[in-house]
């Protein structure tokens, strides 16, 4: 019989597993469970799933816990090819960064200043 995955089981910190429970994710996707590991231990990874499969937790928490270890200075760049998605993306490291005061800016193009 096979066990299900935790966030735990994947080597999060426990400030960040429970982040996951107080918005309602409870257990790890299959693109989690394959890309967190990965990344936490410092190596590229490159994920494809659906929609609504929880890829941007899948690479933020990571990100999120390795800044925790070493706050300083810029730490992440993430590109994306619609405003809409960076606003989302955005809103997720919102949310998972709160516990630690994270500081987030969205730079888009395409749009005049007044």
Excluded at 56 to 75: R, S
Excluded at 79 to 87: F, I, K, Q
């Amino acid at each position: 019989m096979m066990t299900e995955t935790s966030f735990k089981d994947l080597e999060l910190n426990p400030w960040l597993v429970r982040q996951c429970a107080s918005i309602g994710v409870k257990t790890p996707t299959p693109i989690q469970t394959n890309c967190i590991p990965q990344i936490l231990k410092g190596k590229d990874c490159i994920g494809a799933a659906k929609t609504g499969s929880g890829k941007t937790l899948a690479f933020a928490l990571p990100i999120i816990q390795k800044l925790c270890e070493d706050p300083y200075g810029i730490f992440a760049l993430i590109l994306t090819p619609t405003r809409e998605l960076a606003y989302q993306i955005a809103d997720q490291f919102a949310v998972m960064g709160k516990a630690m005061n994270l500081r987030h800016c969205v730079i888009v193009g395409g749009m005049t200043f007044s």
